[in-house]
């Protein structure tokens, strides 16, 4: 079945950092990829978004670019801030209906001072 | 402002009884989705409703029940019959079954006495 695998955290970075979160994922056909962002006490919310191979999806400064030679969606940005401490939830949807929309585990960052 | 509700934040649950999760959304949207979230997993979907009056099984539904006798709300149960229930509750929404955008509630923390 589809999945999707995410770099372990918890990352912790000081601010103005180069940021990296790596996602690979198995699928079968051409699946949407998704970058979802949990903010303490919140619920997730829909970052970035790419549904075919090398569109580059980007919000609010993060970047991510849907690479199909290696099945990755890894998410960058260039300078962070302690607000983008969050959890990053990597995400893949095989364009049937979001019953089989499947996460990641999560990646923890952690901005510091 | 239009957005997804969950209620209680903290839910405790004593052994053998029956506890539900409240979910109401004020966004318009036919498809509403119940997740479980536990650390080091990404979230698994339990049961999940395209349209009003209908809803199907997810991944892990067995000890759970839901319903959607209105469009705005999508309660879960936790029965007894579910072993291992301790875990962070997600309820999503989005505007039909095939729009990948999902919108978050802010969870619900259940745990054993």
């Known amino acids: 079945g589809d999945s999707v695998t995410q770099m372990e955290g918890p990352v912790t970075l000081s601010e103005e950092a180069f940021l990296t979160i790596n996602c690979t994922y198995t699928?079968?056909?051409?699946?949407?990829l998704f970058w979802y962002v949990q903010y303490p006490g919140e619920g997730l919310q829909l970052l970035l978004k790419?549904?075919?191979?090398?569109d580059k999806g980007s919000n609010k400064g993060f970047e991510a670019t849907y690479r199909k030679e290696t099945t990755s969606f890894h998410l960058e940005k260039g300078s962070v801030q302690v607000s983008d401490s969050a959890v990053y939830f990597c995400?893949?949807?095989?364009?049937?209906?979001?019953?089989?929309?499947?996460f990641g585990t999560g990646t923890r960052l952690t901005i510091i001072p | 402002d239009g957005g997804i509700t969950q209620s209680p934040k903290y839910l405790f649950r004593k052994e053998g009884q029956n506890v539900t999760l409240s979910c109401e959304q004020n966004l318009n949207h036919d498809a509403m989705y119940w997740y479980r979230q536990d650390p080091g997993q990404g979230l698994r979907l339990i049961y999940y409703?395209?349209?009003?009056?209908?809803?199907q099984k997810g991944d892990i539904a067995e000890g759970y029940s839901v319903s959607r006798e209105k469009k705005e709300s999508f309660p879960l149960t936790v029965t007894s019959a579910q072993k291992n229930p301790t875990a962070f509750y997600l309820c999503?929404?989005?505007?039909?079954?095939?729009?990948?955008?999902?919108?978050f509630g802010s969870g619900t923390q259940l745990s054993v006495l």
């Open positions: 995400a893949l949807s095989p364009n049937f209906g979001n019953e089989k929309l499947t």
């Open positions: 999503a929404s989005s505007k039909d079954w095939t729009n990948e955008k999902l919108f």
């Open positions: 790419a549904t075919k191979a090398d």
């Open positions: 409703s395209q349209i009003v009056n209908d809803f």
């Open positions: 699928a079968t056909g051409y699946p949407s």
